[in-house]
């Protein structure tokens, strides 16, 4: 028709669409963790994407509500797009607390949507990827989260990576002592720029902001940046602290000793009492992730325990601990450091087509490699073969099978060798054990 | 504090939570559904949840209009949430042709939104599961497509089902045949009428609604309620429409030669020329899927062969095929008829907790048997037994590990199955051996 409008196809400015490559590497992550996740307990939750803008912001401040996305609903509800899986697990673990029961320990991977400033690289839509334990106290629960954030890496095989650990109990031990107590929030905002402006400028800052005297910003820094063994750092902060950072000791004691019992090499799980993670939430355990090939990209899973997750929804004190896979963040680090490698994540085969008439024996051969547990796309057409090899490589197959006129009439099949280039002729009896053999996979 | 005020925890009407039992159905399903997808080469893709409104409603009527959770960003951008998987899918292909190439195989599994009336029992936030091959005429493709939804529901394991077949070009035969072609719509509305009011009613709405006589009434419905084998069915519709039906006899016949190839029991996919499945969109195959033991909820998988995907964004003309798997109505119906068996989904073995102050050691046996490919939760607390045993039949662990100070001095544990109530005392040592010999599982 020559009348029709064609409406240009586009996405919303900070949202994107995720092509089949970027998609799987996404499943990979997910998968992955999910399979951590559950060898540990959690399970799975989902809450709606949509919810009353009061359930959303309760505590939130007004930057939250810029960030929102809120409207009028057709029924005239007040109603906005969740802008974290937080706020939906407080809500969720109050609403249905006599089903739950305690310790309840839940995953939950969704998208969440901030009507952020995109200029700084940021997406308005992106995926989350949160575990928590709510309902307990016991610091066993805090060992597990940073377990659990190890066993991810380890299982996703993408180089070193060191898990940071820390208590807030030690820095507000250590105000206490210092006097320093009501500056706790501008001492916080400080030592967060340690690794970017170095000691001497906090030192500097903690002086003119808070009036910090030479001697209280020297002790409070020395402190921080202890460096040694894990048993080492705590035994020196205990005694730079003068006994008002024993909480926080006894528990990164308790936590580091569960983290070498559980086999977890001393590299990946390391004492650093500079990290800080905001201001208000956390209340005893602190983790950060960096990846040793790049940790300029910062923490790739962060978390921490907390006293109370649900005061604004319920009477009930719900402390926890967990932690946020940045599944967005990760994914765009591993890609430039050419990690992503999703040659496994594909079907291994392609069955190529040469008679469109003999459609059916070719499905029928697809099928039976299928149920030998090879997974086998067919060629829906009868096109070249050099169209269909180079679909072949396009989707990442690792063989192409041929069969012609002359391969039907002798009972046979050329395999052919996506990487090396290399074929072989083989009888249609031996082609699901070929290409096992191939593959290096096992007949199901 | 007194006068914190408390927000009553509550979902919007027509939104839910998933508790962990129904989320865990959930991933089995997907998980189960992608299995399938990748063995045939179709890859994952993501578009955003929320797009312009000009995107969304392309062609779309009044009735989508009013559906649709509409607003305007802070931006001043008129957006909606996306309301179905196959405008985006279209937009999609439309945008990224290039990249893409054909044939394009895509599954797409993601939350979409209605504003519906809920008194029907309808949700407005539902799951849907999509998967389409695009750019293709072959009816291998189609073949494909009925071959995936075959697989899933093998693989589900949940009862005997049917795919019932149909191609649109059979009735267009016949009704052009009978010279009803112009009254197509109605016709449709009337046949789709067929399993709810029975023959002799649609004969009467033929005559009443489209002039259609008792002859032409007769001979339709005759075609169209033809049953037998899918070879007899199909000759005896040939000889009915007096050739005029050939184009989709004959392709139905290669559907069902394709499927037959592969191995899929005559019973499980059947020619049935009374399914239509809407009015516009489909242009050749049809495809819907009953279960056997439920067959009143209706198809739980439907789909077909469309001419043109995406004219409304590209003059690329993109044919195709693919079918949609009802999530949420397929986990309702088996939920209703006990086939939603979770028991594997979760961990295997809780271990228990009776010295808070050995809880490194806990973390330490736990954390060896996962290593050994097993599943473990740790109980993060020493409280009472019966406690922890109550937690861990909720939660549907097979096993508890019970280390008590006895054991810990002998070196020993208590191994308890949970259904059977036995225990028994072993070394530590082969502790991980015992487990995996009570759960049927192979060492890693």
């Given at each position: 028709m020559n009348d029709r409008r064609i409406i240009q196809p586009r996405t919303l400015k900070g949202f994107r669409d995720f092509l089949p490559d970027a998609m799987q590497s996404r499943e990979w992550l997910i998968d992955t963790a999910r399979a951590v996740f559950r060898s540990h307990g959690y399970v799975p939750i989902d809450t709606p994407a949509l919810e009353y803008t009061e359930i959303l912001l309760g505590k939130g401040g007004a930057e939250t509500d810029k960030q929102l996305y809120r409207f009028e609903d057709n029924g005239g509800r007040d109603v906005a797009l969740r802008f974290d899986l937080t706020v939906p697990l407080a809500r969720f673990v109050a609403q249905h607390f006599g089903e739950l029961g305690v310790p309840f320990k839940r995953y939950h991977v969704g998208p969440v949507w901030r009507g952020e400033n995109?200029?700084?690289?940021?997406?308005?839509e992106f995926l989350q990827c949160d575990f928590d334990t709510i309902g307990t106290e016991s610091l066993a629960a805090d060992t597990e989260a940073a377990l659990v954030i190890h066993d991810i890496f380890a299982a996703l095989d993408i180089g070193e990576f060191t898990i940071h650990l820390n208590n807030r109990l030690v820095l507000a031990g250590l105000l206490s002592e210092l006097e320093l107590a009501e500056h706790t929030a501008d001492v916080l905002r400080s030592i967060d720029k340690l690794p970017k402006i170095g000691r001497d400028a906090v030192a500097g800052e903690l002086r003119e902001l808070v009036g910090a005297s030479p001697a209280q910003a020297d002790r409070l820094l020395a402190a921080l940046t202890v460096t040694g063994t894990n048993e080492e750092v705590l035994a020196r902060v205990a005694e730079l602290a003068g006994g008002a950072a024993d909480a926080g000791v006894a528990a990164l004691t308790e936590v580091v000793a569960g983290l070498a019992a559980a086999g977890v090499a001393p590299s990946r799980a390391r004492v650093d009492?500079?990290?800080?993670?905001?201001?208000?939430?956390?209340?005893g355990t602190v983790f950060e992730t960096f990846l040793a090939e790049i940790p300029e990209i910062g923490s790739v899973c962060s978390g921490g325990r907390y006293d109370d997750l649900a005061s604004i929804y319920t009477k009930q004190r719900l402390p926890g601990v967990g932690a946020s896979l940045g599944v967005d963040r990760l994914l765009a680090a591993l890609e430039e450091i050419g990690k992503?490698?999703?040659?496994?994540?594909?079907?291994?085969i392609l069955m190529t087509m040469f008679d469109g008439s003999r459609s059916a024996d070719y499905v029928g051969v697809a099928a039976s490699l299928r149920r030998g547990g090879l997974s086998v796309e067919l060629y829906p057409e009868a096109r070249k073969l050099g169209s269909q090899l180079k679909y072949a490589d396009r989707k990442g197959h690792r063989l192409a099978v041929i069969i012609g006129g002359d391969e039907w009439s002798a009972g046979t099949a050329q395999v052919k060798?996506?990487?090396?280039?290399d074929s072989q002729t083989v009888e249609l009896g031996t082609l699901e054990e070929t290409c096992h053999r191939l593959l290096g996979t096992t007949p199901r």
């Amino acid at each position: 028709m020559n009348d029709r409008r064609i409406i240009q196809p586009r996405t919303l400015k900070g949202f994107r669409d995720f092509l089949p490559d970027a998609m799987q590497s996404r499943e990979w992550l997910i998968d992955t963790a999910r399979a951590v996740f559950r060898s540990h307990g959690y399970v799975p939750i989902d809450t709606p994407a949509l919810e009353y803008t009061e359930i959303l912001l309760g505590k939130g401040g007004a930057e939250t509500d810029k960030q929102l996305y809120r409207f009028e609903d057709n029924g005239g509800r007040d109603v906005a797009l969740r802008f974290d899986l937080t706020v939906p697990l407080a809500r969720f673990v109050a609403q249905h607390f006599g089903e739950l029961g305690v310790p309840f320990k839940r995953y939950h991977v969704g998208p969440v949507w901030r009507g952020e400033n995109t200029q700084r690289g940021r997406y308005r839509e992106f995926l989350q990827c949160d575990f928590d334990t709510i309902g307990t106290e016991s610091l066993a629960a805090d060992t597990e989260a940073a377990l659990v954030i190890h066993d991810i890496f380890a299982a996703l095989d993408i180089g070193e990576f060191t898990i940071h650990l820390n208590n807030r109990l030690v820095l507000a031990g250590l105000l206490s002592e210092l006097e320093l107590a009501e500056h706790t929030a501008d001492v916080l905002r400080s030592i967060d720029k340690l690794p970017k402006i170095g000691r001497d400028a906090v030192a500097g800052e903690l002086r003119e902001l808070v009036g910090a005297s030479p001697a209280q910003a020297d002790r409070l820094l020395a402190a921080l940046t202890v460096t040694g063994t894990n048993e080492e750092v705590l035994a020196r902060v205990a005694e730079l602290a003068g006994g008002a950072a024993d909480a926080g000791v006894a528990a990164l004691t308790e936590v580091v000793a569960g983290l070498a019992a559980a086999g977890v090499a001393p590299s990946r799980a390391r004492v650093d009492l500079s990290i800080a993670r905001g201001l208000d939430y956390y209340t005893g355990t602190v983790f950060e992730t960096f990846l040793a090939e790049i940790p300029e990209i910062g923490s790739v899973c962060s978390g921490g325990r907390y006293d109370d997750l649900a005061s604004i929804y319920t009477k009930q004190r719900l402390p926890g601990v967990g932690a946020s896979l940045g599944v967005d963040r990760l994914l765009a680090a591993l890609e430039e450091i050419g990690k992503l490698d999703t040659s496994d994540a594909g079907p291994s085969i392609l069955m190529t087509m040469f008679d469109g008439s003999r459609s059916a024996d070719y499905v029928g051969v697809a099928a039976s490699l299928r149920r030998g547990g090879l997974s086998v796309e067919l060629y829906p057409e009868a096109r070249k073969l050099g169209s269909q090899l180079k679909y072949a490589d396009r989707k990442g197959h690792r063989l192409a099978v041929i069969i012609g006129g002359d391969e039907w009439s002798a009972g046979t099949a050329q395999v052919k060798d996506m990487v090396s280039g290399d074929s072989q002729t083989v009888e249609l009896g031996t082609l699901e054990e070929t290409c096992h053999r191939l593959l290096g996979t096992t007949p199901r």
